[in-house]
């Protein structure tokens, strides 16, 4: 099973970036995905999730202006992120639930 992930970069702060998760070898219909981000000095944090049900969670504060979705005939989920502001420059992860695998992750930078 393989996670790969794309859609980070630079951004100014207020803008906006689509993050993608494409899972290679699973049964992504059936599995329950998060993304997760780490930023320098800090620990991991749970950004969003998604069951194969669409139910989705968050972490604190990422409601506002984060949301995760799915597309199932892509074997995708994405992480739309909008208003984004320097506190959220990390490096974002995907994970898959069952099995447990994570992805290599890809870094956002906002820039003020």
């Known amino acids: 099973v393989q996670l790969v992930e794309s859609g980070g970069g630079l951004v100014q702060e207020g803008g906006s970036l689509r993050l993608s998760c494409t899972v290679i070898?699973?049964?992504?219909?059936?599995?329950?995905m998060a993304w997760y981000r780490q930023a320098p000095g800090k620990h991991l944090r749970m950004v969003a999730s998604?069951?194969?049900?669409?139910?989705?969670a968050y972490g604190e504060s990422m409601k506002d202006r984060f949301t995760i979705n799915r597309d199932n005939a892509k074997n995708t989920a994405y992480l739309q992120m909008k208003n984004l502001k320097p506190d959220d420059t990390a490096m974002y992860l995907c994970?898959?639930?069952?099995?447990?695998?994570w992805g290599q992750g890809t870094q956002v930078t906002v820039d003020s």
């Open positions: 994970r898959n639930y069952s099995p447990n695998i």
């Open positions: 998604i069951t194969h049900y669409n139910t989705t």
């Open positions: 070898g699973a049964h992504f219909n059936i599995n329950t």
